[in-house]
DNA sequence: AATATGTATGTAAAATTTCGAATATTTAAA
DNA sequence: TTTAAATATTCGAAATTTTACATACATATT
């Protein structure tokens, strides 16, 4: 493999590892719905701000969401549409897998 | 959120999850061309034998790869055609995140 | 100016993941 | 039967991620 498709590669997990989280897709599907800003998303999510606020801080790194500032909120958005492409690329390989082995769940 | 979106995020965390990792990720690109053995993926990837087994088993785990033995020989291939999908979707998320930053990309 | 609100961060602990080396297991070949 | 090859697994250590709590910081309101 040469060295470029590496490099790809790495870009590839950096997104993958960003998103490879419940909480992170979570805020991601929420995200498709409206902009939120972290007190919204932490009562959405269940989860205190501080928490909130770092997962978002992950998601911003990997260049996945957007922040606008308003006075003491700042309001989250997804930085493209691509993303929930791949949420539904997941959702297509885990429906396959599902049929793969519905035989074995019948009754 | 609903429970059952909870539950579907899970299943979409675990599939991130197991692909989220340079090597694994270079794995998938390698059973894109061909099923493989352990020894010749270590060989392409570069890695123990000992070290290809353990993400293989991560991405079996996860169902994206299936195993069929030979002997002593276990050949590797993708469980399904969906799973190069789902890094093409990411592959247009960093392209537009290029874009956006000016970055030369290659295709 | 004082206070409250929204957000981010420092820090340490807990949890999870990854790795390297050694060993085990299975099957084929000698 | 002995040896070799291919793969998998065990174990401890290292690295990374996630969390919880406290605190800081900026801005709006009183």
């Not at 060295?3 to 995200?31: P, Q, W």
Request: aromatic content about 6%; some cysteine; proline content about 2%.
């Amino acid at each position: 493999m040469a060295n470029d498709d590496v490099a790809k590669n790495e870009l590839r997990a950096n997104i993958l590892k960003a998103l490879a989280n419940l909480t992170r897709v979570c805020i991601i599907e929420h995200l498709q719905d409206s902009p939120y800003n972290v007190t919204e998303l932490s009562k959405l999510l269940k989860e205190s701000s501080s928490i909130t606020s770092r997962h978002l801080n992950v998601l911003k790194q990997a260049g996945l969401i957007e922040q606008e500032k308003r006075g003491t909120t700042v309001i989250y958005s997804l930085a493209s549409d691509g993303i929930p492409d791949i949420l539904h690329s997941v959702d297509e390989v885990i429906k396959i897998n599902y049929e793969k082995y519905r035989v074995f769940f019948r009754e």
